[in-house]
């Protein structure tokens, strides 16, 4: 697995390679850590890049000692950098680290202008991690937005290629949205077979999640199914705050252009702007 890192030396880029202890990487990876010096109201500069740099991969490596660490510095915007540096290193995986608002007892509204970047003008995968008021829990507890299309089941399938400790959680999530269960016709030969009647959806996401569910324990997961009715940009992030979960995991209905991923990929992208924890979209 290859990870890129992006690290500024905040307190949150700090939360952020600390929580890929609890992320399921392998003990073999490849990863660089990238520091950005800006030229415009910097938050690194220039003169303190090298040392920043640095101590990402320091803080890094002392998680995962067998790891193959490099950092690099870079000048200029931070996402354009991230993503010119992405092209180049091919990673599987981009790592950054938001501030969680919730800490601080207001909400997480907005992505910082370097993950908003990311999320719409790159197709790589991305962990935006937030740091957590509360006391980790001893294992992860994942929980994974699913509706049968074939960016869930993308998201299913990068959790199973993890490697988990024995008491990992993993929660499938399937919301049912009363406005457009009618249009849940075009996403599932399952449904476009079947009538539109009272207690369907919940029919509907226990029978097209089975699959995913077995795959998820066959990976070692504790996992189960909770369907709730509301818009997947609130419900999921309401069903991580009651479970208390560690990651949300969610991929979008499509990637084509940054204009899709933008428009297309709208709940992804909420669920990471208002997430209080860690949010992967996986694509």
Same mark, same amino acid.
């Given at each position: ?6 690290? #500024? ?30 030229? &415009?109201?910097?938050?690194? *500069? ?5 040392? !920043? ?29 991230? =993503?010119?540096?992405?092209? !180049?290193?091919?990673?599987? !995986? =981009? ?36 740091h957590k008021a509360t006391e980790p829990h001893p294992f992860a ?22 490697? %988990? ?11 049912? #949205? ?17 009538? $539109? ?6 029919? %509907? ?11 998820? *324990? *066959? ?5 189960? !199914? ?20 560690? &990651? ?8 084509? #252009? ?17 997430? #209080? &924890?860690?949010?992967? =979209? $996986?694509?």
């Amino acid at each position: 697995m290859r990870i890129l890192i992006g690290y #500024n030396g905040t307190e949150f880029a700090k939360a952020a390679i600390a929580d890929m202890e609890r992320a399921g990487f392998p003990s073999d990876a490849v990863a660089l850590v990238i520091t950005v010096a800006e030229t &415009c109201f910097p938050t690194v *500069k220039p003169s303190d890049a090298e040392d !920043l740099a640095a101590e990402g991969m320091a803080l890094a490596q002392a998680i995962f000692p067998d790891w193959k660490l490099a950092s690099v510095v870079s000048k200029g915007a931070p996402a354009r950098e991230l =993503i010119a540096a992405s092209e !180049l290193f091919k990673p599987d !995986l =981009i790592v950054l680290g938001e501030p969680n608002r919730k800490e601080e007892g207001a909400e997480n509204v907005f992505l910082g202008p370097v993950s908003q970047g990311l999320l719409t003008d790159s197709n790589i995968p991305l962990r935006i991690s937030r740091h957590k008021a509360t006391e980790p829990h001893p294992f992860a507890k994942l929980l994974i937005g699913f509706d049968g299309s074939p960016g869930s089941e993308m998201a299913v399938q990068a959790v199973t290629r993890r490697v %988990w400790p024995k008491g990992t959680a993993a929660r499938v999530v399937s919301v049912e #949205n009363p406005g457009v269960l009618g249009s849940m016709t075009e996403l599932s030969p399952q449904v476009r077979a079947a009538a $539109v009647g009272a207690g369907f959806a919940s029919q %509907w996401a226990e029978t097209i999640a089975e699959h995913a569910i077995d795959e998820l *324990k *066959k990976a070692g997961l504790d996992t189960d !199914l909770e369907v709730r009715t509301g818009h997947p940009r609130t419900a999921l992030i309401e069903a991580a705050d009651e479970w208390d979960a560690d &990651c949300i995991i969610v991929a979008p209905h499509c990637a084509g #252009n940054s204009y899709e991923r933008f428009l297309l990929g709208s709940v992804s992208a909420s669920v990471a702007a208002h997430a #209080n &924890c860690t949010v992967e =979209i $996986v694509r």
